[in-house]
């Protein structure tokens, strides 16, 4: 797979991708170094989502600690330092993104947040 470039339309706002089956297994991840949660967190966030609550306050991802910050059945948010983390349930996969606001790009995460939803729905209409 050629990872979020894939999606010329989302690269700019998306650093990394992450699916993962409803059980919380990792189907794959654009950039693991970045951005690619244990099958434990998968499995959590998938949890949370379908119950519209944390089970836990935060999360640790590729070394950064992300404090879940919104969590409905709809979707869950987390930030760690610069970087953000957005999740949500499809029919048959849960869809991870994060993206890292730089120096030069302080509202990319507000972006990212809209093209997850765009992305998302891409996946919805597919089945997915």
Known sequence: SSGINAYPEYSAYIDAICVCDLQGTIYGSSNRNVFCPDQNVAKEFVSDLQKGQFQSMSSLINGT???KVRCDTEQLVARGGTRMMYA???NTICVMIMSEDTDGSKS???NANKAFGNLVAYYKSSGY
């Open 65 to 67: 600690k992300f404090i």
């Open 88 to 90: 949500t349930l499809c």
């Open 108 to 110: 990319k995460s507000t």
